[in-house]
């Protein structure tokens, strides 16, 4: 059992950074490949990014990529979303999920969830 915690979201203006930030519970953070996705009003879940649990290698959503950087710090157990060059389009709730072996960019295949932080960009 994982239970997932965000945080680091808020308002910022279009051209702005965040840092969005998932602690997780348990011992065994590291057996666990991460992944974070967003939820715009009116739209479905989408990938962001995902990192593996063991190599740590990333993938990013083609809307991302160049802007955003996943990491993880086994020794916190926390996974973490750096976001450069903020659109308005980025606005949406950001969630942090978990699944054993490889990652993926599926939300199905994700076994774990957090509750999601809210992330608005201004034009």
């Known amino acids: 059992q994982v239970q997932l915690v965000e945080s680091g979201g808020g308002l910022v203006q279009a051209g702005g950074s965040l840092r969005l930030s998932c602690a997780a519970s348990?011992?065994?953070?590291?057996?666990?490949?991460m992944g974070w996705f967003r939820q715009a009003p009116g739209k479905e879940r989408e990938f962001v990014a995902t990192i593996r649990r063991s190599s740590g290698t990333t993938y990013y959503a083609d809307s991302v990529k160049g802007r955003f950087t996943i990491s993880r710090d086994n020794a916190k157990n926390t996974v973490y979303l750096q976001m450069f060059s903020l659109k308005p389009e980025d606005t949406a709730v950001y969630y942090c999920a978990a699944k054993m072996s490889i990652g993926s960019n599926r939300a199905r295949d994700y076994e774990y969830w957090g509750q999601g932080t809210q992330v608005t960009v201004s034009s």
């Open positions: 348990g011992r065994t953070f590291s057996s666990y490949s």
